[in-house]
């Protein structure tokens, strides 16, 4: 307690709110003597007010000074570098994505060596699709008739808009138009899809699909399909298919009763003659055929 009054005694001495006699009459000689010291030293102290204005200007000279950031330039080079890395990514993913197209029009085939170095023989009106990477992935898409010589591999697929075709290494036929899908086998084994219902064929077999049916048979097989060599075979077809056939291979319009869409014709035609093909197509089946001035074709009982 009388710490606190002695510094409350000095304070207000320092502040000459009471004498040196008075403090002397409140504190003891020894503490006065030290209140004296204090003082002296007090008093030989010089405090200065900051000069503030001073102060901010040498502030704001030293922030004028101060070395600004530079923007980063980059060299032409890099820019041209980083554009020519775009385009070459750009360039390659459309050639890894792109699809090669390859058609034929009426009457004509067409023989396609692909990159695994397997074989297709395009008949008339058909087109083939497959990828810039179809020599690891060997999938292909087939609208019309085709005939297969595959190389040995990994598995080879034939997709058709009615079913596919899935191989190892062989030689088949397939013909997909309309709601009409074959497919033949002549060396090796291949096996077809439609609907979920997958068919193993082997050399000499066959299985058709249409209007809802599905048909099998085997028979001595051939080497090749008979239309590589000109000629289009067929085995108790239904005529509107058959007919179909004939348009795609002489570019004509043949007009036909209804009555006789669904008798089926087992027998060829020639692609090198029209009027010969109608004979062989009519004749077998008591149909009757002429023509109009325009080039139509009326098939007639």
Known sequence: MMKAQNETYLSDWLAHKITDAQLKE????????????????????????????????AIRQKLANKKQPQP??????????????VLLCFGLYHFLMAQNNITTDFGQ????????????????????????????????????????????????????????????????NV????????????????????????TILTPGESVRFYNGTTENWAEVSD?????????????????RYVIAQFKKQYNVTVEYPKSIESIKFTGTFTHKEPTVALQTICLPLHLKFSKTGSGKIIISE
């Not at 396609?112 to 497959?130: C, F």
């Not at 309309?178 to 060396?187: L, P, T």
């Not at 590589?228 to 005529?239: A, D, L, Y």
């Open 223 to 239: 080497a090749k399909p008979s239309w590589i060599s000109g000629e289009s075979t067929f085995k108790k077809v239904p005529m």
């Open 109 to 172: 085939t067409k023989a396609i060596t692909l990159t695994d170095h397997s074989k297709v023989l395009l008949n008339a009106k058909s087109t083939l699709t497959y990828g810039n990477l179809f020599a690891y992935q060997r999938t292909i898409q087939l609208q019309g008739e085709a005939f297969f010589e595959v190389e040995k591999g990994s598995p080879f697929t034939v997709e058709t808009s009615l079913g596919k075709v899935l191989v190892l290494g062989t030689k088949f």
């Open 72 to 85: 980063k330039v980059f060299p032409l080079w890099r820019y041209v570098s980083i554009a020519a890395t």
């Open 175 to 198: 013909m997909s138009f309309d709601d009409f899908f074959e497919v033949k086998c002549y060396e090796g084994k291949v096996k077809v899809t439609q609907k979920n219902k997958s």
């Open 26 to 57: 409140l504190v003891s000689s020894e503490d006065f003597e030290a209140y004296q010291k204090i003082k002296n030293t007090l008093d030989g102290l010089e405090i200065k007010q900051p000069d503030l204005e001073q102060n901010f200007n």
